[in-house]
């Protein structure tokens, strides 16, 4: 059997590179936003997904209030969202906030794992946050984790 090769998706002024197998499915630009949405094959009726957005921040949004911002959001979209872990890490080669959380869509529990992070944008003035989100059925999680972290540290800005 042939292996499928990963492929490339633009996120703004990045890229990522996605699993063999996994499809681009929308992306949209919008004002200061652009949203990727990307998907692997289904398993149980679910299929694992990528979330990257890339939003325009005023310079003084600290990676905190972005980390704080995004996760009352999903809280917001996701009434069930339980979070589970934050910590440190570098995204790119910039400091990042990586967190775990869970919850349930259907009678399905499902696992969430986030990153945000801020780099500097070619416009004088501003900066860019950055958060991916990849979610899957939690069962699948321990197998998809590579994976997912593999999306999130694959990111470079190719403007």
């Known amino acids: 059997m042939e292996a499928q090769p990963r492929s490339q998706a633009d996120v703004g002024i990045g890229r990522l590179t996605l699993p063999a197998g996994w499809s681009v499915l929308d992306q949209v630009r919008r004002g200061g936003r652009f949203v990727l949405l990307a998907a692997g ?8 997904n990528v979330v990257a957005v890339e939003e325009a921040m005023e310079p003084a949004v600290t990676l905190r209030q972005w980390h704080l911002d995004s996760l009352a959001g999903t809280g917001e979209v996701l009434a069930s969202y339980r979070l589970i872990d934050v910590r440190g890490t570098r ?3 910039y400091p990042a906030i990586a967190r775990l959380g869970a919850y349930g869509l259907d009678r399905r529990p499902l696992t ?23 979610t899957c059925h939690t069962r699948d999680y321990p197998a998809l984790d590579p994976q997912f972290g593999g999306v999130a540290r694959s990111y470079r800005v190719v403007r």
């Open 41 to 48: 094959p289904a398993a149980g009726g679910f299929a694992p």
């Open 91 to 93: 995204m790119a080669g």
């Open 112 to 134: 969430v794992v986030q990153w945000v992070w801020l780099i500097d944008d070619a416009v004088p003035g501003r900066q860019l946050g950055l958060a991916l989100t990849a």
